[in-house]
């Protein structure tokens, strides 16, 4: 059986605060369970979370980064010469 800890115990390690940990125990996409009052979530169940979130995370920097690009002017042959420049350390 995995490990399980305590919302209080998941907040100390780092798993995110007890808002965020009830807000996924309430949406569903983390599972805990009620002993004597006290609720539990597995270790597993916290860790499969925390790689998820930094997937998406990366995901939405790669959007963010695609809707500057979108929206950013064309580069003059100028300013595409110093860019190279500067990533050679010619500059």
């Known amino acids: 059986m995995s490990e399980e800890l305590t919302l209080r115990e998941a907040t100390a390690r780092g798993y995110g ?16 369970r009620l002993v004597g009052g006290i609720r539990l979530v597995k270790v597993d169940d916290l ?20 809707r500057v690009v979108d929206k950013a002017p064309p580069l003059t042959d100028e300013q595409r010469e110093r860019i190279i ?5 010619s500059i």
């Open 47 to 66: 860790e499969a979370m925390s790689r998820k979130k930094v997937h998406d995370t990366s995901n939405e920097y790669e959007a963010m980064v695609k």
């Open 85 to 89: 420049a500067i990533l050679r350390g």
């Open 17 to 32: 605060s007890r808002s965020t940990l009830m807000r996924r125990i309430a949406d569903g996409s983390l599972g805990s």
